[in-house]
């Protein structure tokens, strides 16, 4: 299979974006630990009414499964940044590690996603590392899963056709995710940005 412009830079991007999110999230644990040892304390990463650390590692949707949802982070971009240096080594991957990277990626944009729709909708405050990670975790899902059609060596008519579309319209498909995120954002806290 000939090699693309996306087989050759999403190693990268996914190195990136896995870095970022990486320290993102070991950054967010450790304000939720101050957080903890000094509640009467404010955060560095309290900014305004709208980004604010506290009242979102307060919040018990920050806590999903009884610990912090940071270690979820920590844990799925440890795996994401092990494997961007397979990828960037020269690693062939195997059926299983397609699979695995696909999966773990999906798992990423999904929490990310719900996420995102629980710090607008219901805490109603954003962390300013959940905006760092949200902002890699479209990159890194939506370059996978091109790569990952790229990749497969069976392929529906469908999945072909899914790869050309993405192929072809891979940057714009991010644009406008990235816009909606925004426009999102700043309708929901329209009375604090344009008040």
């Not at 890699?136 to 059609?149: D, M, N, Q, R």
């Not at 319209?169 to 995710?177: G, Q, R």
Request: proline share 3%; charged share 10%.
């Amino acid at each position: 299979m000939k090699t693309s412009k996306i087989d050759t830079f999403y190693p990268w991007v996914l190195l990136g974006g896995s870095l970022v999110g990486l320290v993102s999230s070991v950054w967010q644990a450790a304000e939720r630990v101050q957080m903890l040892k000094h509640p009467a304390q404010s955060l560095a990463c309290n900014l305004n009414p709208v980004i604010d650390c506290s009242g979102v590692l307060d919040n018990r949707w920050s806590s999903l499964f009884g610990f912090p949802n940071a270690f979820i982070g920590i844990a799925i971009f440890a795996m994401l940044f092990m494997a961007s240096l397979l990828l960037i080594s020269g690693g062939k991957p195997t059926k299983f590690f397609s699979r695995a990277l696909l999966a773990v990626s999906t798992i990423l944009i999904l929490f990310s996603l719900w996420f995102f729709g629980m710090s607008l909708y219901v805490i109603g405050r954003v962390c300013i590392f959940c905006l760092f990670i949200w902002a890699v975790s479209l990159p890194v899902f939506w370059y996978g899963a091109i790569y990952y059609l790229q990749t497969t060596a069976a392929q529906s008519k469908r999945a072909t056709k899914l790869r050309a579309f993405g192929e072809k319209h891979h940057l714009e498909v991010l644009i406008v995710a990235y816009v909606v995120l925004l426009a999102l954002f700043f309708y929901r806290f329209r009375g604090y940005y344009f008040s």
